[in-house]
């Protein structure tokens, strides 16, 4: 599938090789979040604030009016998030988790509870900190990573209705739609399901919001998948869930386009008055929210240019042609393919390693020391029960990697590279040694965890791809 632009600036990739992968590898504590980004060739770890900006971007940026209060770029932005979202009150954030601290801490009291489909790890712990229980209520269907079900990142409307109307409803503050979802496969949400969850908050009385990072990329996957919504453009698919809900809090490092950015949008006069008193206490003035002027110029052009169907359809075509690669490579994804990342089944391709040993982290391992690859672990190194020695008590229910797929930033080439480097390691998956925790903070363990590997298993560096 052909995407509506061409590359006009270009930012070199570093080549290792095999030798100094690997010791760049055990330097890091065998975490990939300690690596330098110049000792990687294909960065997979995060769509968040890595995709490219548009010629016509930059030159918004030039325009950009740094005024401390009333900017034009600040008009320019809210504008332009208005029209899309149509909340009255939009106040401006430097990226999502700033937006979820000043909106929980102003919305949530200490003891209620919080409802998502599945909440994601900056937004659960907010929803602590403001002294609220996260609670995730994810569609069933979503546990069979192999079936082909549209809609995997719904919540369980069953499951919603009982809380609501049982003895803990009366606690429940929240309910907080994840579109897409990330936490589950990068699975969208479909419309059906936005109303029908407004439908029990209005009869219980409960504020619905959106968790909208991906709201482009869920819309254009509602066009393709929900009947009710063929014809309908991204964009009115878009504005018509934020239309469903109270507000949202959106972080704009993915779907804004840029590298940095954020908003929360309400209805609510009161809920708006709280949340910008505590913005600017701790954000900055409310034209501005801790952005510059340039950024909020650079979010207001990338915010039309991501709803362009050509180019919505040329990045799901390109993620989907990447898990074509993938599975005829023999490694399991899971199905069907979302459009921001890809998940390996890691427990599938390598059954010789218990989750102990973490099999998720030693497929991300692997695909760095062969072909320099970076992604993240969403097995049970992120999400295992352990006890203080770091011991696994409950493993995670799969054992995945995410692919994380930057907007605009890699072409089909550097997809077929990495699907490439995948199907080496499938042909031989029993040389992929396992790994255990040296040491462990007691808090957000994947992000500062170093391991080290259960075997000395090191592939020959004469016969791999990147040689
Ligand atoms: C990235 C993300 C956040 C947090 O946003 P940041 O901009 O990284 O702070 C919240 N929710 C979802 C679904 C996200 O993808």
Redesign the pocket.
Known sequence: MLPPYRIKVVEPIPFLSAEDRRQALEEAGYNPFNLRADQITIDLLSD??TGATSAAQEAAAALGDESYAGARSWFRFRNEVHDLTGYPHILPVH????G?RVLFTSLLKPGQICISNTH?D??GANVKLAGAKPLDLPDPRAADLDSQEPFKGNIDLDALERTLGGPEGHRVGLVLM?ITN?GLGAQPVSMANLEAVRELCRRHRVPFFL?A??FAENAWLVGQREPAYRGWTPRQIATRAFELADGC?V????DGLSAIG?FIGLRDDDLHAGCEANLIATEGFSTYGGLAGHDLERLAQGLREVVDPAYLRARAASTARLARMINEAGVETVQPAGIHALYLNAGSLLPHLAPHEFPGHSLGCQLYLDGGIRCAELGSLYLGGMDAKHRLLTPAPFELVRLAIPRRVYTDTHFEYVAAVLAEIAKEPERVSGYRIVSAPPLLRHFKVRLAPTTTAVRNPADEPGA
Request: aromatic share 4%.
């Open positions: 968040s604030g990226q999502g988790r700033a979820e994601f900056t937004t994840t990330n968790d990072a991906r809090v972080s704009l490092k993915k954020g």
